[in-house]
C-alpha cells in the first residue's frame, strides 16, 4: 500500500511539473528515507491520482508506523515534507519563474500559483469550506466571508505547546527563514513552502513573492521585504507599489498602514498584499472629482475615507499620493475627532494600487489611530458593540470591501436559529451571550423572515458595513469637510 502511494505520488507530481523525469530517482529515495524503509517497486499508474487521497494514506501509514502522532499539526508538517521530497530548490524555481517573466509576467504567475496550488502549499481543499455571500448596503455590494479554511488546533496540542515555547527562529510567518522550515508545535509547515525574488524600487532581490497558504480572494499573494523590518508607509512604499505593478500589471498590490490599530495582519514584518481579483472598493461610485495636470483626483462615496488618484504618469501620480500624505499627516479637525498628533503622529494611509491599460489607479485610504478614554480601542475602529461579528484590526482587505470573519461565526449562526426556532433560553447557551443584545434587537424578524440563515447573513453583511463605517474619519455627513481637505491637499 505505502509503495502504490508513493508510486500515485511520483505520478502526480510529473503531471503537475514540479517533478523532472530525471530526478524521480532521487525524489522516490529521500521520501523512502522519511519511512524509515529501503526497498521499492516502481509501479504503473494509469488511473489519475487524487492527491488527497493519497495524502492521506500517506499520512495514515506515517501514523501507524509512529512515525507521526494522530494530530493535524504533525500531520501538516509531515506532509509538507512529503512534498519537499519531489520539489525543486528554492533557486531552480526562482530562476524557472524569471525565465517565464522575461517572456510574460502573467505566464511567471500562473506557472508558480499552479505550482503552489499543486503542491498543497496552497490550502485549496480547506479554503473550499470557507461560506462566502454578497451583502448589497449602502454602497456598492459588499463581499462577505466566514473562514473555516484554517483548522482548529487539538486542545492536547495546547499542552505540548507549553513544554515547547515560541522561539524566535524564524522571527515572524513572513520571514525567509520559513523557506524549508519543518514547523514545530506553533509554526506552520513551511518544508514545501518557496519563495521568488523579485526587485522593487531599485534593491536587487530584495523582496520576496509567495502566495498564501489560506487565499482569501484569488491568487491571493504576498509580498514581504527579505529583511525582517516593522511596517510603514511613505513615500517610497509608494514606489515599491507602482514597481510591482509595472512588474505584474495583472495583480493589484496594497500595503497595510504602519501603525497600531489601523494596521492589520503582522505589523512586525514589512509586507504587501493583493492578487489577481477585483474587489467591491472598485465599483464605488464617484461622489467629487477634481482634475490636477495629469492626475484625476476622485472621492469615493465608501465606508472608509477613500481617495482614488488616476494617471499614466507615474511621476505626477507618485508626486501627488505623496503630497496628500504630507497634507494628511499634519491635518486636523477637533470637530470631527481628527487630531493629527498627540504624543504620538496619528494619520497615515492603507495604500492600494492598479493598474488597468497603463492607468495607475491609486486608493488612499485616510487613517487615524487615535484611542480616547471613551474609545480605548481607537476612536475609528469597530465600535464595542460590534466586536462580537468583528474586534480584530480592520486592514487593506476589509477596507476594500471584503470581509474575513472568524470561523466561530457558522456555529454561532446556526446555533441562534436553532434557539430562536424553539423559543429555547438565551441563558443557557453562554457561546452566545456576546451576541445578545443583537439577538433581542433582530428576535422578531428573524423569526418572520422567509430564509432565517439568509436573514442573518444580511445582518451580519450590515454589521460589517457598519464596522468599516466606524473606520471612515470623515463619515459619509462630513462629505463637504472631507471634499474640502482633498480640495486643500491636491493644491
Ligand atoms: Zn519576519
Not at 529521500?30 to 516502481?42: A, G, P, Q, S, W
Amino acid at each position: 500500500m505505502l509503495n502504490k502511494a508513493i508510486n500515485q505520488l511520483v505520478h502526480y507530481a510529473l503531471e503537475n511539473h514540479f517533478l523532472e523525469k530525471a530526478d524521480c530517482d532521487y525524489a522516490i529515495n529521500r521520501v523512502l528515507y522519511l519511512y524509515h524503509i529501503d526497498t521499492f517497486e516502481k509501479e504503473a499508474i494509469d488511473e489519475p491520482v487524487d492527491f488527497f487521497q493519497v495524502m492521506e494514506e500517506l499520512l495514515d501509514e506515517a501514523i501507524q508506523r509512529s512515525l507521526i502522532e494522530n494530530d493535524i499539526t504533525y500531520k501538516d508538517h509531515f506532509e509538507a515534507k512529503i512534498i519537499d521530497c519531489f520539489l525543486p530548490r528554492p533557486s531552480e524555481l526562482n530562476r524557472h519563474f524569471h525565465e517565464l517573466k522575461r517572456i510574460d509576467p502573467v505566464k511567471a504567475t500562473n506557472y508558480f500559483f499552479h505550482f503552489s496550488q499543486a503542491t498543497n502549499y496552497i490550502k485549496t481543499q480547506r479554503i473550499k469550506k470557507n461560506i462566502s455571500f454578497v451583502y448589497e448596503g449602502k454602497y456598492a455590494p459588499l463581499e462577505i466571508t466566514i473562514n473555516l479554511s484554517k483548522p482548529e488546533k487539538d486542545p492536547r496540542m495546547i499542552g505540548l505547546l507549553r513544554e515547547n515555547p515560541d522561539t524566535d527562529y524564524p522571527k515572524c510567518a513572513l520571514c525567509m527563514e520559513n523557506v524549508g522550515y519543518y514547523g514545530s508545535s506553533d509554526k506552520a509547515s513551511r518544508s514545501n513552502h518557496r519563495v521568488v525574488s523579485i526587485t522593487l524600487d531599485q534593491e536587487v532581490d530584495g523582496w520576496g513573492f509567495q502566495y498564501s497558504p489560506y487565499a482569501y480572494f484569488n491568487e491571493h499573494t504576498i509580498i514581504l521585504k527579505k529583511e525582517h523590518i516593522p511596517m510603514k508607509v511613505d513615500v517610497k512604499t509608494f514606489r515599491e507599489l507602482a514597481d510591482f505593478v509595472d512588474q505584474f500589471p495583472h495583480y493589484l498590490m496594497g500595503s497595510n498602514a504602519g501603525l497600531p490599530i489601523v494596521g492589520g495582519s503582522i505589523l512586525s514584518h514589512y509586507h504587501f498584499q493583493g492578487g489577481r481579483t477585483d474587489f467591491p472598493i472598485q465599483k464605488a461610485e464617484i461622489v467629487h472629482t477634481i482634475k490636477k495636470g495629469r492626475v484625476i483626483v476622485d472621492v469615493l462615496d465608501w465606508p472608509l475615507s477613500v481617495i482614488r488618484l488616476s494617471s499614466r504618469d507615474r511621476t505626477k501620480l507618485l508626486a501627488m499620493a505623496e503630497q496628500m500624505l504630507n497634507y494628511w499627516q499634519s491635518y486636523s479637525n477637533p470637530d470631527l475627532g481628527i487630531l493629527a498628533k498627540t504624543i504620538e503622529c496619528h494619520n497615515t494611509f492603507t495604500p492600494i494600487m492598479r493598474k488597468q491599460q497603463d492607468q495607475y489607479h491609486f486608493y488612499l485610504v485616510l487613517r487615524n489611530n487615535r484611542a480616547t478614554t471613551e474609545r480605548p480601542y481607537g476612536l475609528f475602529h469597530p465600535r464595542e458593540e460590534l466586536f462580537h461579528i468583528k474586534k480584530e484590526n480592520i486592514g487593506l482587505i476589509e477596507v476594500m470591501g471584503l470581509a474575513i470573519l472568524p470561523g466561530r461565526l457558522k456555529q454561532e449562526l446556526d446555533l441562534i436559529q436553532h434557539v430562536l426556532k424553539n423559543n429555547l433560553p438565551l441563558t443557557d447557551y453562554p457561546e452566545l451571550k456576546k451576541h445578545e443584545p443583537w439577538i433581542e434587537k433582530i428576535r422578531d424578524k428573524v423569526l418572520k423572515a422567509f430564509r432565517m440563515d439568509l436573514f442573518l447573513q444580511m445582518e451580519v453583511g450590515r454589521i460589517f458595513e457598519e464596522v468599516i463605517e466606524d473606520c471612515g474619519v470623515f463619515k459619509r455627513t462630513d462629505r463637504k469637510a472631507f471634499i474640502d481637505f482633498v480640495e486643500k491637499a491636491c493644491r
